[in-house]
């Protein structure tokens, strides 16, 4: 199994939080998923703690390399840039990521959340997220029990397994 590209800075262990959550699920494929997650005006749809989705520069609706959005989350404004962006083809998993920021000096939470989408022998589908996050907001969500970016994160993971599989029954 593949795994996430982190960029220097946020390598999972050397910043203040750090979520991991995973699916491998039966009878969806990459290419089921992938729509639902590459746009993001898509994710309020499936995941209740996203909201305001926008892009910048006339970009969007799809992700892509270097391209800038905002959306809301956990209570924070995320400006954000995608920072990777391979769509599942032949074989290679897709991966999305990107780089968030909130707040300033104190208040300042930066993120790099990534996706990884990948076929698995069986009619089978993993799906990987997960998320470093530095500043003194990310010592805080470290400190609560149960972590909230894992239970959010997870909320999203199921979100999107429950919007594929009803797209592909449709």
């Known amino acids: 199994m593949n795994s996430i590209h982190w960029p220097e800075g946020f390598v999972p262990g050397f910043t203040e939080n750090f979520a991991s959550n995973e699916a491998i699920v039966a009878g969806l494929s990459a290419q089921d998923i992938w729509p639902l997650l590459s746009v993001p005006s898509r994710w309020p749809s499936y995941y209740a703690n996203s909201a305001n989705v926008r892009?910048?520069?006339?970009?969007?609706?799809?992700?892509?390399?270097?391209v800038?959005?905002?959306?809301?989350?956990?209570?924070?404004?995320?400006e954000?840039?995608?920072?990777?962006?391979?769509?599942?083809?032949?074989?290679?998993?897709?991966?999305?990521?990107?780089?968030g920021w909130a707040g300033?000096?104190?208040?300042?939470?930066?993120?790099?959340?990534?996706?990884?989408?990948e076929d698995l022998e069986g009619g089978r589908v993993r799906?990987?997220?997960?998320?470093?996050?530095?500043?003194?907001?990310?010592?805080?969500?470290?400190r609560t029990k149960p972590n909230p970016m894992?239970?959010?994160?997870?909320?999203w993971l199921d979100g999107l397994v429950i919007a594929a599989s009803n797209e592909q029954s449709s």
Do not use: S
């Open 80 to 99: 954000a840039q995608c920072n990777e962006y391979v769509p599942p083809a032949n074989g290679r998993p897709g991966r999305v990521a990107w780089h």
């Open 150 to 155: 894992i239970n959010g994160h997870q909320d």
């Open 104 to 117: 300033e000096g104190e208040t300042r939470l930066d993120v790099h959340h990534a996706w990884l989408v």
């Open 68 to 78: 800038r959005f905002y959306f809301e989350t956990f209570g924070f404004p995320v």
């Open 127 to 142: 799906i990987l997220t997960q998320e470093t996050q530095k500043g003194k907001p990310a010592e805080e969500l470290h």
């Open 55 to 66: 892009f910048y520069d006339d970009k969007g609706p799809e992700l892509a390399d270097g």
